[in-house]
């Protein structure tokens, strides 16, 4: 455990090189494996090689939580301004939701195939997730962890963004 935290904080310094604190509090709205949370206090890293998401302090680069989440973890979403968020597991076909001040896992919510990238509505009451194989994009509500639409897209869908007007999902095929 001590080694992959070795090789996290590298990685979190070498970003805050090229960062400045006024970006890092900006929270994103499209997928990827590192997601800074509304307010900027905190980073959400998925580690694909231990199945776990890591919850980190920012500046202080403090490792509050190593959450144990399953096979192959991929994009990672806070849930609106909570301090709740999403995380695909890609091995289960599965999108966990974590409590990121407690660090455990609230909610399991079974998907068709390879959940890879995923997003949150900026009010938090709707998460978009691309499935990878089927080419799909999944609406779901993160309350319940109900499947509230399927959109058949492409083929291989992962990567994933919402509109700042948030009127729009782009996706990469």
Same mark, same amino acid.
């Given at each position: 455990?001590?080694?992959?935290?070795?090789?996290?904080?590298?990685?979190? @310094?070498?970003?805050?090189?090229?960062?400045?604190?006024?970006?890092?509090?900006?929270?994103?709205?499209? $997928?990827? @494996? @590192?997601?800074?949370?509304?307010?900027?206090?905190?980073?959400?890293?998925?580690?694909?090689?231990?199945?776990?998401?890591?919850?980190?302090?920012?500046?202080?680069?403090?490792?509050?939580?190593?959450?144990?989440?399953?096979?192959?973890?991929?994009?990672?979403?806070?849930?609106?301004?909570?301090?709740?968020?999403?995380?695909?597991?890609?091995?289960?076909?599965?999108?966990?939701?974590?409590?990121?001040?407690?660090?455990?896992?609230?909610?399991?919510?079974?998907?068709?195939?390879?959940?890879?990238?995923?997003?949150?509505?900026?009010?938090?009451?709707?998460?978009? $997730?691309? @499935?990878?194989?089927?080419?799909?994009?999944?609406?779901?509500?993160?309350?319940?962890?109900?499947?509230?639409?399927?959109?058949?897209?492409?083929?291989?869908?992962?990567?994933?963004?919402?509109?700042?007007?948030?009127?729009?999902?782009?996706?990469?095929?």
């Amino acid at each position: 455990m001590l080694t992959r935290h070795r090789l996290l904080l590298p990685l979190l @310094l070498l970003i805050t090189a090229f960062t400045s604190p006024r970006v890092a509090h900006a929270q994103t709205r499209s $997928a990827g @494996l @590192l997601n800074f949370n509304a307010d900027g206090s905190l980073v959400a890293c998925s580690n694909r090689d231990s199945g776990t998401v890591s919850i980190v302090t920012w500046p202080d680069l403090k490792l509050l939580h190593e959450i144990p989440v399953g096979l192959h973890p991929e994009g990672v979403a806070w849930i609106g301004k909570s301090g709740s968020l999403a995380c695909c597991i890609y091995g289960t076909d599965e999108i966990v939701i974590l409590d990121a001040t407690a660090g455990n896992i609230t909610r399991r919510v079974p998907v068709f195939d390879e959940p890879y990238g995923i997003v949150s509505s900026s009010d938090g009451t709707r998460l978009f $997730a691309t @499935l990878e194989y089927p080419g799909q994009i999944l609406d779901i509500n993160p309350a319940d962890g109900a499947i509230r639409k399927t959109w058949q897209v492409g083929s291989m869908l992962r990567g994933l963004a919402l509109s700042p007007d948030q009127k729009f999902l782009l996706t990469t095929e």
